[in-house]
C-alpha cells in the first residue's frame, strides 16, 4: 500500500470543495461515482496484491488480485485490458478508490441469471465440485446443478465434468436470496431439437448429404449430419458382401451418402453409401448365361459354402454340396481359401433377389463318368469299406468314388444287418451292378461273385419237388420257408394243413423243420410257392406205393384162402352169441 500512497502524502491535504472541483475537471457526478455503481476503466499496472485501474479520475482505482483468482474468467490479467468493477468506497484522503471485480461478476451474473431466466434463454457456467445430489456451477454467483440435470443420459463419472464450462437452462432463480437452479440437460435437449428442425427441414429423398463417422456396429455405421445421427446400414454400403463395417468405414471418416428415407418423428435417418454407384446387377443376365464357365476370387467361406465375386459387387454362392463330386460334405476351407481364384460353373442367375448360384465341381467331368469309362456293369472291382449303415455298406472304389452295397447284395443268406459281415476298414472284392451318372449312384454286389443262386436254383428244381425246409418268419398269411441259404418261399395259409388254420403262429413255430412241395415258380420275380399240406399227401401216396411193393407178387389161391377162412366166423358160434341163426 505504501507504493499507492506515496504520492498522497507528499501532497498537501485537499479541501472538499477541491475534491468536487477536480471530479467536475473529470467529468464525474456525484450520481457517477456512487458507492455500488459499476464503473468501466482500463489496467494500467498489476502488482502481486492489487491491480491498479484508470477510471477517468485524478486518483486510480484498486482491485485486490484475489478478485481475479476466484472470477469465472481465467484468462491472464493484462495492462490495458478493459475491465468492469463495482466502486466500493471513494477515499480522496489516500488518493484513490476501492474497486472491486467480484462484485461486478455477481452483479452481472445476477442480472445474466434473471434475464435467462425470464427469456428461456441460457448462460455459461464452470461445474467446480461434487455435492450431495448435485453439482455446484461457478455462474458469476455459485448456482446448484441436480444430478438429475447434468446430461442427457446418467453421468457415471461425475468427476469427468468437474473443471469444464457448460452451457445451462436456469430452471429456477431467486434475485434477492441469490440462489439459482441449473440445467444442462434443458440445453443440451433444446439445441437438439433444434438441429433437429435444421436438419430434417432441408432433407428430401435421394439428396446427397455429408456426414462424419460417429460410430460403427455389427449392423452399419451412425453419420453425424450436424447434431443428428442417420444410419448407414451394412447392406447400404457396398453392392458386394462385406462381413464388417469396418472393412468399409473408419469413426471420424467424411463421408458422403444419400438419404434413403427418413422420420423425423421418430427421428431416424437412414442412409445409402453404395447408391452412389451403379448398380452392377442391372442387365446381369446379359452378362453371365447358365452353364457358362467364369473365373473368381474367394472372398469369404462359411459353414454352407464359399462366396465369389465376379466383379465388383457381384458375388455368387457355391453351396458346400457343389465344391466337390464327394458324397461326403467337406467344410469349404478344405476345398478352397479366401483370395483364391478359381474357376466355376453358373448354375443358376436370379436377378430379382440378386443371387447367383456356382458350382466348383461342375468344371470338371463328373468321377462316376470316368469309372463308366473304364468299367462297366459286371466287371470287378477292389475297395476299402468306408461306412456301415442299416441299409448297407459304402465301398470307396476309387479315390473319392464311393459305391453302395446294399444289404439284400452282401449275402445271398438273409442277414439282420451289413456289421454282421462288414466292418469299417475292410478290403473288399465287389460286383459293379450299375452306374448312374445322372443320379450320381454306383451300386455294388459281393453276393454276385458266387453266382446267381437262384439261376442255379430254377436250373434243379421243378414244380412237384418235395424239399425239406427251415421256418423263418410267421406272418397272418402264412409262414416263410427258407430252401437253402438264400432262397426263401412262401406257405399260404391254405396249404398249411388239411384243417382249416387262421394263426400260423398257434400251430407253428420258427426254426421248425418240415417236408413241402414246390407248387409254383415264377423266375422272373424270383418268387416260390410251397405247400405242406400237398406234401403230407404225396408222402402218404409214397408210403402207400412203397408197402405194395414190398408184398411178394406169388401168393397161390390156397394162401389167399387160408387168410380169409382165420377171420371167418362159425354159425353156432354166432348162435349163441346172438340167440338166432
Known sequence: MSELTKKSNNEENISFEDYENLINKYQFSAKELTPGKIIKGKVIKITPTHVLVDVGFKSEGIIPIEDFNDSLESRNINPGDNIEAVLEKINPKEGYLILSKKKAVMLNALDNLEKAYYHNSWIIGKITEKIKNGFTVNAGINAFLPDSHADVKSVKEPEQLIGNKYKFKVIK???????????????????????????????TRGQKVKGVVKSITNFGAFINLGGIEGLLHISDMS?????????????????????LDFNEKDERISLGYKQLLPDPWENIEGKYQVGQKVKGKVVSLADFGAFIELEKGVEGLVHISDLTWS????????VVSVGEEVLVTILNINPASKRISLGLKQVTTHPLEL????????????????????????MEVEKGIEGLIHISDISWKKIKHPSDKLKVGDEAEAVILSIDVEKQKLSLGIKQLEGDIWEDFFKRQRIGDLVKVKIVRLVNFGVFVEITPGIEGVVFLSELDEKKIENPAEVFSAGEEKLAKIIKLNQKDKKISLSFKQAQTEMQ????????????????????????????????????????K
Not at 437438439?192 to 430434417?200: D, T
Not at 458324397?327 to 478344405?334: A, C, D, F, T
Not at 469309372?371 to 459304402?394: C, E
Open 173 to 203: 432463480f431467486d434475485r434477492k436470496s441469490e440462489n439459482a437452479v441449473l440445467s444442462r440437460k434443458l440445453f443440451l435437449q433444446d439445441e437438439r431439437e433444434k438441429r433437429k428442425r435444421r436438419v430434417f427441414d432441408k432433407l
Open 239 to 259: 453392392w458386394g458382401k462385406i462381413n464388417h463395417p469396418s472393412e468399409v468405414f473408419q469413426i471420424g471418416q467424411d463421408v458422403e451418402a444419400v438419404v
Open 327 to 334: 458324397r461326403k460334405l467337406i467344410h469349404p476351407k478344405k
Open 371 to 394: 469309372l463308366r469309362q473304364k468299367y462297366s456293369p459286371g466287371s470287378r472291382v477292389k475297395g476299402t469299406i468306408t461306412n456301415i449303415t442299416d441299409f448297407g455298406a459304402f
Open 541 to 580: 401216396k409214397l408210403e402207400y406205393q412203397k408197402y405194395t411193393q414190398s408184398q411178394d407178387d406169388k401168393l397161390t389161391l390156397g394162401d389167399i384162402m387160408k387168410d380169409q377162412l382165420k377171420n371167418f366166423k362159425s354159425p353156432k358160434n354166432l348162435k349163441k352169441k346172438g340167440g338166432k
